[in-house]
């Protein structure tokens, strides 16, 4: 039996987020430049994605720059910042053959006006499609998102549409980047590290959480299967007792 259908006899994941870790430090072991590794990143973004959706999984999301990634070099945020619109000529064809939606998850008031309307042109063009959901977390912070979120009630109170007693957990959501797509159920970081870097915190509350050592430009689809097979192990309770 292949190892897919093996995995699929049991539960898979209905939503993956990944902070995909290591790439400097992978091209760096090659006696290459960042950038190489940068890129490199970004092409296995479509092998993990594509065997992701062959599982079944319903979304993925990615974190793909952070807020505090504006601190790094100008010469390596100009070469990130480059990534959105080659995403276009790399996976294009290939997603739109396996019906993958892809939505951005962030502020947009930071990024170049090119990066802005590639961003909108390629949601509105993928909204329809029924397959995964790859949500590409650029310029995110967690902590932005939920502050923005409170900003939104806040103002919603304040005109009358929203009493406070009514807020509650789907009042938030409602407000956050993901909204509309299931909670989060396996957290993947590669590289070794061991933390969230203010990543989907309300998204990850009851989240299986999973670190490897391997870099992400090398996490191939056997690296997932590891990864899953560990999630399938799992004992969620959700601060239950299991058959209760």
């Given amino acids: 039996m292949k190892r897919r259908e093996k995995l699929m006899q049991k539960p898979i994941p209905r939503h993956i987020a990944v902070i995909m870790d290591g790439n400097g430090r992978w091209a760096k072991r090659r006696g290459r430049e960042r950038s190489y590794g940068h890129r490199m990143g970004a092409l296995n973004i479509k092998t ?8 079944g999984v319903e979304a993925f999301s990615i974190y ?8 790094r070099p100008k010469e390596e945020i100009d070469f990130l910042m480059s990534l959105p619109t080659a995403f276009e000529e790399d996976f294009k064809e290939t997603f739109e053959t396996e019906q993958i939606r892809v939505r951005f998850s962030g502020r947009r008031d930071r990024i170049s006006e090119k990066n802005r309307e590639y961003m909108q042109e390629i949601e509105d063009k993928t909204k329809d499609r029924e397959g995964l959901v790859l949500n590409i977390c650029f310029d995110y912070g ?3 998102e939920i502050t923005q979120a409170a900003r939104k009630i806040a103002e919603a109170c304040m005109e009358g549409a929203l009493k406070p ?4 957990e789907s009042t938030v959501e409602s407000r956050l980047y993901t909204t509309g797509l299931p909670p989060v159920d396996l957290l993947i970081r590669t590289s070794g590290e061991q933390r969230t870097s203010n990543f989907l915190p309300w998204q990850l509350a009851y989240a299986e959480f999973y670190f490897t050592k391997t870099h992400w430009p090398a996490f191939k689809e056997r690296a997932l299967h590891r990864a899953l097979r560990s999630f399938q192990k799992r004992n969620r309770k959700f601060g239950g007792l299991k058959g209760a």
């Fill in 64 to 71: 793909a720059f952070s807020t505090e990634n504006w601190k």
């Fill in 48 to 55: 993990i994605t594509l065997e992701a959706h062959r599982l």
């Fill in 165 to 168: 007693e009514d807020i509650d």
């Fill in 142 to 144: 967690g902590r932005y």
